[in-house]
């Protein structure tokens, strides 16, 4: 590489690699890697200034404008590096910068460690043996390019999975969603937690179950909330040979408070005033709020949905949202967002209404009535599923642990716009929450 910095006008582009310090020396370069390129400043906030992501040679590259770091008293970059996959940091070099980075720069070459990154863990590079195939092909209305699934009966998630053979683990679920509804460039994209998320079929292809992710949304001073898309109904094929899927699906959005958020003493109050009326409160999943999907420019009357192959063109991804170089196969999904489901008990229907507001103010609006969510699912190869393991795992995630517990395949991505910075919601719209909370007890409770 014969330059780590080249400049054009008043374009910089940094470039690099990243190799794994356990493999050939360090020699390996490893892919799918996000690394964040940040300028140090002496005084004030560091600028991040993008992300690039490794390809299959670990090789990144990142192209900023210099207005994004420059300032009287900074006319050169001062860079460092944040490496990450998906949520899990790494490498950060914040106490090892490059001063005064030009073209005399010489090449950045980073190594990391993967030994404690649980997500390699979980990639499957080659299907395992076993498919057989031939369910798509048992009837010609299931063929691309316009799968008709109709004549296939809604599966429960739960009620097959003694049939289950084979799976695709999705490593790298991916959602977009807009955080002002109407405005494009307010798009959002966010990978959840992997291996969450499955796909199970049998050896001929026939969907039975597909396993849904889970995600926290955190709003100081309250605390955190979880959000579920929780999968009521199924059914479709897969085919290996051609890495095809066509599936339909029913989900809804489920939201509770995690551990943090049931500590706070507003909800303690409210929780405390619903349990001694023997009014439902979202404590757990049980009790969650509930949240009404359909398909996207319809109604609530069209809650199916198809699940198709490749990525949605309805807007571009950036990179750091695409898995092409690593995942074995995607597809993907849209829901629109409808209205909660409601109890018809005012209270209970108020309140649920306030906390999805307050969520959505954390969220960026990802369940905002009339919003799409759009979930690209990035597969690894398939496996085998061992049926227990199946319902171990559909049943941890059902039950719940809660976002503050952390994922135990390692956490998903911060919510970021299409150039990389994050999504932050506003502190004067996190204490206008908590105002609207302490309003609900003065006015309802009280």
């Not at 950060?92 to 005399?104: L, M, P, T, W």
């Not at 057989?132 to 048992?138: A, D, I, K, L, P």
């Not at 049926?387 to 952390?406: F, M, N, V, Y």
């Not at 970021?416 to 204490?431: H, I, Q, S, V």
């Amino acid at each position: 590489m014969s330059q780590a910095i080249t400049i054009s006008g008043s374009e910089y582009t940094v470039t690099g690699t990243v190799t794994n310090e356990h493999e050939d020396h360090g020699q390996q370069g490893v892919v799918d890697l996000h690394v964040l390129v940040y300028d140090k400043d002496m005084i004030g906030r560091n600028d991040f200034l993008g992300i690039g992501v490794t390809d299959t040679n670990g090789v990144f590259s990142v192209t900023f404008d210099k207005s994004k770091f420059q300032s009287l008293l900074d006319r050169k970059p001062d860079l460092y590096f944040i490496v990450k996959d998906a949520g899990l940091e790494l490498f950060n070099s914040e106490d090892n910068v490059i001063r005064n980075a030009d073209e005399s720069t010489p090449p950045i070459h980073i190594e990391v460690s993967l030994l404690n990154d649980k997500l390699r863990a979980l990639i499957n590079p080659t299907p395992v043996p076993g498919w057989v195939g031939g369910f798509e092909e048992s009837n010609p209305a299931f063929a691309y390019p316009n799968p008709d699934l109709s004549s296939l009966q809604m599966q429960d998630n739960m009620d097959n999975i003694k049939k289950l053979q084979r799976q695709q683990k999705v490593v790298w679920p991916q959602f977009s969603w807009l955080t002002k509804l109407g405005d494009d460039a307010s798009r959002c994209y966010q990978m959840f937690a992997p291996d969450i998320s499955r796909l199970g079929y049998t050896n001929e292809g026939q969907v039975f179950s597909i396993i849904c992710p889970q995600q926290g949304a955190c709003l100081s001073p309250i605390g955190c909330m979880n959000v579920e898309v929780t999968v009521t109904g199924n059914r479709g094929w897969a085919n290996e040979t051609t890495k095809e899927i066509a599936a339909d699906m029913s989900v809804v959005g489920k939201i509770w408070f995690s551990p943090s958020a049931q500590k706070n003493d507003a909800v303690q109050k409210v929780g405390a005033h619903f349990d001694k009326h023997k009014l439902p409160f979202p404590w757990n999943k049980k009790n969650a709020i509930v949240i009404k999907t359909f398909k996207p420019g319809t109604d609530v009357n069209h809650p199916i949905f198809p699940l198709t192959k490749g990525s949605s063109t309805d807007f571009k991804f950036p990179d750091f949202a695409r898995h092409d170089d690593i995942a074995w196969s995607h597809a993907h999904l849209g829901v629109e967002i409808g209205p909660i489901e409601k109890h018809d008990i005012e209270i209970v229907d108020d309140f649920n209404q306030l906390i999805l507001d307050i969520f959505n103010v954390a969220s960026g609006n990802m369940l905002k009535e009339g919003n799409t969510l759009t979930w690209n699912v990035w597969f690894t190869a398939p496996e085998l599923v061992d049926t227990d393991e199946w319902q171990d795992h559909a049943d941890k995630w059902r039950e719940s642990i809660d976002a503050d517990h952390g994922s135990p395949e390692g956490p998903g991505t911060d919510a970021r716009f299409f150039d990389g910075t994050l999504f932050t919601p506003l502190k004067e719209l996190a204490e206008e929450a908590i105002g609207k909370i302490l309003s609900f007890i003065t006015k309802r409770i009280v």
